[in-house]
Every structure is written in C-alpha cells, then in structure tokens.
C-alpha cells in the first residue's frame, strides 16, 4: 500500500471549513484514497473515498488532485464535535485492502 | 442496524494469563477484521475472516494469538499467554462487500492492560 503524509495537527473556528490535506505521492492506478476519523475512545469511522473524481457525502467532500498524488478532506461547517484525529488512507478496493495501516493521522481540534 | 460491537470494553490482566476478546459484526456482513494499536503506536491489521474462513492473517504478531470465526458470525481472538507488550487497544470492523466500497464499520474496542 502506498504510505500517506500528514500533518499531525491543525486547528479550525467553529462553523468554519476544516481542510485537511494528505500527501501521497507514490499512490498507484487502483488504489483509492480513504478518510477515517476517530473520536476519543471511540473506533474508527469510515467517511469518504475516492479513485480520482472528486466525491462528497453528507459528512464530507473529497478533492483529489489530477496527479492523485495529493488529496484534501473538507468538512464544510466544521462543529465542535469534528475533533478528532483525521486518517488517510490509500488502498486497492479488492483483496488484502484491510491490511492498510492508519499512520499517524492528523488531530483536527475545532475551536469555539 | 446495531453497530459492530466488541466485548470487554476494558481488560487487565496479569502477564502470562489469558484473555478472550470478542467481537460481533454488524449482521450479515461476511468479512470481519482484527486491528490493534499499541502504545503510542498506529493501528495495525492483523487479519481478515471472510465468513469463518481465515482470508489473511498475515499482521498476526506471533502464535500466541488465535483468531476464530465459526459460524461466520461473531469472532474471538486470544492471547495466550499475554506479555507486556500486548497491551493496547484491539479494534474489529465488519464491512459487507471484500471491495469496502462502503467503508469499514467500526466497534468501540477492546482496551487491553497487561501487568
């Protein structure tokens, strides 16, 4: 699996847009771009992914350069509740895409 | 629908006994893995179940763990006998397509102390 770069923190305004970038940079042609966040004590949880289009849910939206060697997570209106340690993660869709490691994430506090 | 849902929540144990972690996926959802973090460290894989049947165990540290789904319903997974150094927090997640094109449900996992 690729490996994936991130900062380890950032800090956002409450109702602001939280954007969080991940590098990766040795990203191949099947391999898709996952987000995971986790909140104090609790288990990851999934968000978005994406193969080269940009993708947008009710959670999030996914911007995935043209190079796909970078991608940026953006939470709209960020709330208080969206603190939380953001993981990027790339990976083929098929076989052995549970063996990903979650790196180190980036710890997204939201500010009041 | 009920989450995937892992049980103990929090277990300490004294080193060279045994504990049982246990991990119920979300109904219906055939793959089920095992993850864990431990001290300060990433969250690691250690092995996939497709039903009961074993698809990847390579992230499996060592023979004192053992995985089992029978059934293809809730799993376990043991520590036998437990070391220091496996203490940390043990995930499972269930997804129902192999290609996650849903993403991976999580539980709440397992807090692991080994004294």
């Known amino acids: 699996d690729a490996k994936t770069t991130q900062p380890p923190s950032m800090d956002c305004a409450e109702g602001r847009a939280a954007n969080l970038p991940c590098n990766h940079s040795?990203?191949?042609?099947?391999?898709?771009v996952y987000w995971y966040r986790q909140i104090h004590s609790q288990g990851p949880q999934y968000i978005i992914h994406?193969?080269?289009n940009n993708e947008t849910n009710e959670m999030a939206s996914l911007i995935i350069t043209e190079d796909r060697k970078s991608s940026t997570l953006i939470l709209p209106h960020a709330t208080l509740r969206d603190t939380a340690v953001y993981y990027c993660?790339?990976?083929?869709?098929?076989?052995?895409?549970?063996?990903?490691?979650f790196g180190d994430g980036t710890t997204l506090t939201v500010k009041p | 629908e009920a989450g995937v849902t892992q049980f103990p929540s929090h277990s300490v144990i004294e080193k060279g006994q045994t504990v049982t972690l246990r991990c119920d996926p979300i109904?219906?959802?055939?793959?089920l893995y095992w993850y864990r973090r431990v001290m300060g460290k990433e969250i690691k894989f250690l092995l996939h179940?497709?039903?009961?049947?074993?698809?990847?165990e390579s992230g499996m540290p060592n023979n004192r763990f053992l995985a089992e789904r029978t059934g293809g319903t809730y799993s376990t997974l043991k520590v036998q006998p437990a070391e220091l150094e496996d203490s940390g927090v043990y995930f499972c997640?269930?997804?129902?397509?192999?290609?996650?094109?849903?993403?991976?449900?999580f539980g709440s996992g397992t807090r692991l102390t080994v004294v």
């Open positions: 997640a269930s997804s129902q397509d192999l290609y996650r094109q849903k993403g991976y449900t």
């Open positions: 040795t990203i191949s042609g099947n391999e898709y």
């Open positions: 994406g193969l080269k």
């Open positions: 993660i790339v990976s083929p869709p098929y076989t052995n895409a549970g063996k990903s490691t």
């Open positions: 109904s219906g959802h055939d793959n």
């Open positions: 179940f497709v039903k009961e049947s074993k698809q990847d």
